[in-house]
């Protein structure tokens, strides 16, 4: 995929194409930013258009065989690692180390993508450092990562940082505008994730929806109707027919409306809820309800939360924080 049709990160798309035209890509790059905005993809462009036949200022056409062959991974010269269990190993950075020290077998530029480059293992890491400390001239080592500062400071200084940005509202919006159906939708999705594509493309919203219809009729019943009977009901719900995955989900989807009640109540406008779509009910629902009982039920319910470590009972903690 060519730079140019990337979503969010044009600073860091100029950077490259200037450094891809200019040929001052250097041999070591690190990739930083929050996960799911695409470094990786940038990445894998990244070694598309140092090889790429047909490339245009600095971007690669996409479609070539060369292209191809390292979307597809079957590029000899583009070699990609990432955690084998909980870490990069040795085994895993030795033999690409070594091949680092050669020409390229078919391309013009040897590229090695680390992915999750912050879970090296320290002998894993010397590896690669040792490559960059004798660089070769047409090898690239890219070190993708949302955790830079766990890198070997002897990394960070010998490679060029390139800082990425979650994408803005707008940007996210209109990527997820084809999958979301409708604007509204897609809005949604778009605040739910705060800015990572990939967060956005992990939730499924319907299942979304189906747990905030109940959990909104739970804050009807809590500050509008102070139902007691209904409370305890959906605690029993809540913390009995849900297994415990199910269970911090509903949780969670409860605290982004509550979290929404907690902004109209600061005056900020419905625009800017995360669940703006249901801006209306969200007002009727914070009408009644103060600040302090708003924090208060926030407070009581990431108790729950705590307390799912020690198997309390969920639905007795669940009664509990609901009927306080
Ligand atoms: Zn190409």
Redesign the pocket.
Known sequence: M?FSSFIGNERVKQLLLRLISERRIGQGLIFSGPRGVGKYQFALTLA??L?????TDGD?????????R?AAGEHLDVRFVSPDGQFIKIAQTRELSLEAQFRPYEGRHRVIIVDEADRLRIEASNSILKTLEEPPELSLIVLVTSKPYALLETIRSRCQRVNFGPLTESELESYLIGIARTSDKARLLARLARGSIGTALAIDLDEYLDKRRVMMELLDAYFVQRDTVRLIKAAEYLGKKLEKDEFINHVDVLMTLLSDLFHLKLGKPAESLINVDIADRLERAAEPATIEAIASLVERLENVLLGLARNLSRQIAMEAALVA
């Open positions: 060519p598309q258009a090889n790429c036949e047909s490339c690669p056409c996409g479609k070539c065989p060369v292209c191809h390292i």
